[in-house]
């Protein structure tokens, strides 16, 4: 399956509060933001990516990849939604078909297998509609009051995380992303423009591994699991 990748890169990485966005925090001898492309750039159904960061981050140019033919660079946005909108819109200027597929993964997502992307890809490439790796949530969960109390327990078997990449059709998701965006409605990760416009993206099972890097804890999780070798 052929695809183009959309990499939002342009966070403060808050929750981290490090010295520098967390895409370009050190694991094991390299950002995670060149982990995290050195995930899809082996991949032989690569057509092409695109990284959004933003427009005076300093970090980006000073990489290798920032060098690397198949990368271009499109300008961040203030929500994940507005940079991801400018990646998409880059690659239909660059002459991407709205009809091919596109992968968006979030820069801080450093620890996908080649197996997780090929499940997704393989799965997905006759869909529809597209889809997403997720992963069933583990805990017991609760629905709390505002008095801090249980109200009830919640039915986790069908409550699924959304993780990354997500895959859809690049002008399927273009349209529904710009019109949410237009509409003011929240949209925390491509599936829910889609949602929002009708269409119903399929869950692929993926590794909880595949982790988010949100926190210090997230950091060390990873910089102590590859110490012992990737
Ligand atoms: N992202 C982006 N543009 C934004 C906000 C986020 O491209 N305006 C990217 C981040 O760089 C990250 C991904 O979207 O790769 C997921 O977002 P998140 O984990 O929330 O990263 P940050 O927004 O950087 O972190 P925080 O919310 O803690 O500030
Ligand atoms: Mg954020």
């Known amino acids: 399956t052929k695809f183009w990748l959309v990499i939002p ?3 403060v990485g808050a929750r981290m509060a490090a010295d520098r966005p967390k895409q ?6 390299r950002c995670i933001l060149e ?15 695109v990284v959004c960061v933003a427009v005076d981050d300093p970090f980006w140019p000073q ?26 819109d880059s690659l239909l200027a ?7 597929w596109v992968l968006v993964h979030d820069a801080a997502r450093p620890n996908l297998t080649p197996a997780d992307l090929d499940r997704l890809l393989d799965s997905l490439t006759d869909d529809p509609v597209g889809g997403l790796l997720a992963v069933p949530v583990r805990d017991t969960l609760k629905r709390v009051g505002s008095d801090g109390r249980v109200l009830e327990t ?25 019109q949410a965006l237009e509409e003011g409605v929240a949209v ?7 949602e929002w416009a009708g269409q119903s993206p399929r869950l692929i099972e993926g590794r909880a591994d595949n982790l ?11 910089q102590s699991v590859w110490s012992q070798g990737r």
């Open 35 to 49: 982990h995290t492309l050195h995930c899809f750039l082996d991949h032989p159904g690569l057509l092409g990516a």
């Open 24 to 29: 370009y925090l050190q694991i094991a001898g």
């Open 212 to 222: 988010k890097v949100t926190r210090p804890e997230d950091l060390h999780y990873l």
């Open 63 to 88: 990489l290798p990849l920032a060098r690397d033919l198949r990368i271009r660079r499109a300008p961040g946005g203030r929500e994940r939604a507005d940079s991801v909108l400018a990646g998409l």
């Open 188 to 194: 925390t990760d491509e599936a829910s423009a889609m």
């Open 154 to 178: 919640v039915d986790r078997s069908v409550i699924w995380q959304a993780y990354t990449p997500q895959m859809f059709r690049l002008g399927a998701l273009r349209e529904s992303l710009a």
């Open 9 to 11: 890169a342009a966070g």
């Open 94 to 100: 660059g002459g991407a078909d709205s009809d091919d």
